[in-house]
């Protein structure tokens, strides 16, 4: 690796040849501002259009101010980061941006989380000196998410994200000059674009341009009304990072914290997605071994390698591009649509009420989610399974208008018996953690012998894609992972053209899985929060006393009491579901 | 946006056109230019078989499309008619020609009129400065235009 010697701020620093000025301050520990550069570092991914110019730093006998972001160090730089020249430049490069920019902080959905803002501050702008057109554009509502363009300032983080990480395609800039924005296809509304939303638009929107549709009001309502019982179930994802909107350490495990708000929040029963988790892996492990033993005894209509069908995003993914092989993925519901089906079914028969007077509400790491619960099929007589998924941030919001001590609460445990979960449950949240607690059930199942050692430590990692030789007793069993639509793409391509020998692949569609949601605490770029969820969930597993889901003597009962057997009549009526081409369903307006 | 069927012939030729730039994404703007000049504007539809083509999002083609003024999502008329902008047109009252043609059409620049015989558009320098301000009404060249000849000349094509 070659070194050079420059001067940042007045100190001596050797970094390597290659990088730029903004990488290098970094790891020396100083922040130049910026608000259009965007990286995951964990995942490669970078948007650096140099276009905010927030950035710009001085550089010894150079005429103009340069980027940092978008310049290399080289040999015997002198950079001055913060010199007053710069911080006069930064400070009319903001107020440039703030000059068209709506000025509804107040009621702002980013308000208090928004880059522009705190860099606003932090630059002490008082007043905006600059009185410039306003942008009108039309706020695009989807049953995910909120596109409210006059905010957009045009760092294009959304476009690459949607495009590079995601290959959706959903996104592009459009227009020039002051017209320019990012918008879809034609700009119609995101429902008719080939938009997943997975909502990884959001996480990294430095501004207020995207967010979520906010549910927080109608699950309010349903708490206050009388007639209704209202159930809350959570994501294994969100207790790994809750604490953070509290300022808790990244990688901090609430559970017990979390069950204990929501009790106080008013939620009638307080269950827990990792129980229907476990209830996914016995149906999607017994699907698995199914198409398995099948193939083994040289069945050709079997479809292989099998697809996990857990994260919502991925679905909205395959059913827009690859309508071709809609009969490869598992049918299995995901967990919180199982954890629906389970509620307004036999809860709600337990309690002797009807299904309309059950609320059942989700905390998800996910924004997708929100459009999940509102398929069709997912509905009994327009009745949804789920009624309303709350991301992290929203369950956050709760907490402080109900004016919860997060910090002080003490913990309680989840309602049963919809909340009892294992270890294999909770690495659901994780890029390998669905296939991993999948391998846990599988191998016993196959084998009939009990498992020594149930860490699977080489389907774990954040690289983008892997894979893995898991021996079944002298079968090998070949596991395909992928976090990440573009790295999904990757391997399904060559699915798609016969080229792999996969029994069976996971995909999640965002960075690290679950724990790196549109739904989370925003990261604002720190991929070492996702480490620090990452390593948490794993923690969680290991806590817990039961880490295999056939294991669970609740899900034992529930098939005994109720189900019957995994891919049995009742779980393929209640558990499983189906796919639709969406391909031709991307619309040209009339 | 009006919704056209493309017919299989458009199709086919559209078609051709991306393989002839090897379906490559980096080739769009050159195939958006080819096809431009086939069929004279870029429809929704057009953009989406090309985006398809060519391998690349539609919401890409579209940026492109907005991007560069050369490229149009507007039918031209029958007729269009391009009035020049350039400086010597400009200072010689080529502004109030284009004006009389908006008022004459009752349609803005970039429009077609209704019945699809009039499209209007500015250009800069025909490299004709000697006879500015100057007019194209298709291929035919218009010079030493004031706003009281504007009528005639549309009613030669009416």
Known sequence: MEMINIIIDNKPVQAEKGKTILKIAREIGIDIPTLCYYELDGVNLENRPGGCRVCVVEIEGRRNLAPACATEATEGMNIKTHSLRVVNARRTVVELILSDHPADCLVCSKSGKCELQSLAQRLGIREIPYQGAQSTYRKDMSPAIIRDIDKCIMCRRCETVCNVWQTVGALSAINRGFEAVVATAYEQDLVKSPCTYCGQCIAACPVGALSEVDQTRQVITAISDPTKTVIVQTAPAVRVALGEEFGMEPGTIVTGKMAAVLRTIGFDYVFDTDFAADLTIMEEGTELLQRISKFMAGDKTVKLPILTSCCPGWVNFFEYNYPDMLDVPSTAKSPMQMFGAVAKNYWAEKLGIKREDMVVVSIMPCVAKKFECQRDEFKVDSNPDVDFALTTRELAELVRQFNIDFNAIEEQDFDQPLGESTGASVIFGATGGVIEAATRTAYELFTGKKLDKVDFTELRGLEGIRSATVDFDGTPINIGIAHGLANARQLLDQVREGKTNFHAIEVMACPGGCIGGAGQPFHHGNFDIIRKRHEAIYREDAGKPIRKSHENPFIQALYKDWLGEPCGELSHHLLHTHYFDKSKHIEIEG | ?158
């Open chain 2, 1 to 158: 946006m009006a919704k056209i069927k493309l017919s299989e012939d458009k199709i086919n030729k559209i078609k051709e056109i991306c393989s002839a730039f090897g379906n490559k994404p980096s080739e769009v703007i050159n195939v958006l230019h080819k096809v431009q000049g086939e069929f004279g504007y870029l429809p929704a539809e057009l953009q989406d078989l090309i985006a398809q083509e060519m391998k690349v999002s539609a919401a890409h083609v579209y940026g492109i499309v907005t991007f560069y003024s050369f490229f149009t999502m507007t039918p031209k008329g029958e007729h269009p008619i391009s009035v020049c902008m350039g400086t010597a047109c400009y200072v010689r009252g080529a502004e109030k020609v284009l004006d009389e043609f908006k008022r004459e059409l009752k349609i803005g620049v970039g429009e077609t009129t209704p019945d699809g015989k009039f499209s209007l558009n500015c250009l800069r320098c025909v490299g004709a400065c000697g006879l500015a301000p100057v007019v194209l009404i298709g291929e035919k060249v218009y010079g030493r235009l004031t706003p009281d000849g504007v009528k005639d000349i549309i009613n030669e094509y009416r």
